[in-house]
């Protein structure tokens, strides 16, 4: 079974730009998350989505917004971007069968804001 | 969710078990301990995860104190590949569509040859 993949894999923009992100899931899992990973803040959670809608969200600013489509394909976008918006940006699946299991990261798309 | 507590960088051998602690006092009943791992500049791996029972599968074991305030991950025959960041993590089971993983500073372990 393929893994997550996430495209573009590097990106570069500058300040007040905006960027969408792709993540598609691992055939059959019907649940995205998104993850944004900083050397100052480490690793923290941005939003999850199933069944198109979102259903958890992190203590992001409303410039961070993401959505999922019929297929479990997840997007993500960033308006006006900001220096600190650099960053890796991971995505997640997990399959919807319980409520313990195990999420599967993607290589992570690395945004570099200029 | 639980907070965690990890020693910032440990050290191990190749070939010797690598022993990684997690402190998790404020666990509640139904928080599940998680185990997952980074190598640079990859995405997280999830590793093991367990309730209160000791568990083992073919990446570690994982081993829950009785009062589950702490555990230990346990890689039985530590290769160079096992260089990476490792967090532990408590989580409930929230409602089946609202599930984060809340990360701290992990562990940082070094496998020297």
């Known amino acids: 079974k393929a893994g997550v993949t996430q495209t573009p894999r590097y990106l570069i923009k500058t300040r007040g730009q905006q960027v969408t992100l792709s993540c598609s899931p691992i055939?059959?899992?019907?649940?995205v998350s998104w993850y944004q990973q900083t050397p100052g803040q480490g690793l923290q959670f941005l939003f999850e989505?199933?069944?198109?809608?979102?259903?958890n969200k992190g203590n992001f600013p409303g410039r961070f917004s993401g959505r999922q489509f019929s297929n479990s394909r997840s997007e993500m976008n960033v308006s006006t971007l900001e220096l600190g918006d650099s960053a890796l940006y991971l995505c997640?699946?997990?399959?919807?069968?319980?409520?313990?299991?195990?999420?599967?990261f993607g290589p992570g798309t690395r945004l570099t804001v200029l | 969710d639980a907070k965690t507590t990890q020693p910032p960088s440990m050290d191990c051998a190749e070939g010797r078990a690598a022993n990684l602690p997690c402190n998790h006092s404020?666990?509640?009943?139904?928080?599940?301990v998680y185990w997952y791992r980074q190598i640079h500049s990859q995405g997280p791996q999830y590793i093991i995860h367990?309730?209160?029972n000791n568990e083992t599968n073919e990446m570690a074991s994982l081993i829950i104190t009785e009062d589950r305030k702490s555990s230990t991950l346990i890689l039985p025959h530590a290769t160079l590949r096992d260089t990476a960041v490792y967090y532990c993590?408590?989580?409930?089971?929230?409602?089946?569509?609202?599930?984060?993983?809340?990360f701290g500073q992990g562990t940082r372990l070094t496998i020297n040859p």
């Open positions: 997640a699946s997990r399959p919807l069968a319980g409520y313990y299991n195990e999420q599967f």
């Open positions: 055939s059959g899992h019907r649940s």
């Open positions: 989505y199933f069944s198109e809608t979102q259903r």
């Open positions: 404020t666990i509640s009943g139904n928080e599940y």
């Open positions: 367990g309730l209160k």
């Open positions: 993590i408590v989580k409930g089971g929230e409602s089946e569509g609202a599930q984060k993983l809340v």
